[in-house]
């Protein structure tokens, strides 16, 4: 028998939810469950740099606003691929002939995400990179991960496994090591590059 007072409890608390615009968003985004994340020593990726480091953890998913003004979601962008993703940068400029010849192989995805209202619009004048998407971090979710995981200011640009778990967060100076990285850990070419290590396990 359900007890009456826990009830009405239970009711109000859920009333004041949905009537407070952020404890609501909070709630419909699932943001009370912890993220996944690997233990130590059992993931695919580069190691923690420190406890909380992003490596081995799920990365967000939020909804971003592509180039044609449509809200989508950024799982839905990436699919299952490995992906290179800048914060306001374009994550393949300091990339090597090799390391970008690793990431192709892979088919990984690369994504220049913005923050909010930052994106050059109307007739600014660029170059544009053909195999580089845009899109505009509407809610501000990316950036504000990336600035709470990042160890340094330096760090802007994250790798992602095909399952959306971070590979590695680094500055563009680091990125080309991490994707050699992501080459040895894979053991290209005697195991497929979509194989993941069947020992991982989450914490």
Partial sequence: MTHPIKSKLRDTVMKTVQAVPALRQWMDNGAFKPTPVYAKGQYLGLARPKRYSPEGSLAPQPTVRDTHGKRVLLDDILDNHYALIGLNCDPTASLSAD???????????????YSYATRPQGLTVRNFNQDLQEVEDIEQAFAQWMKKSASNKDQSIV???????????????????????????????????TQMPKQELLA
Avoid: M
């Fill in 99 to 113: 390391a970008k010849k690793i990431l192709a192989d892979l088919n990984t995805k690369s994504l220049l995400i």
């Fill in 159 to 193: 790798l992602l496994r095909p399952d959306h778990f971070v590979f590695a967060l680094v500055s563009p100076e680091q990125l080309n090591t991490a994707v050699q990285q992501l080459k040895l850990q894979l053991d290209i070419p005697t195991q497929k590059a």
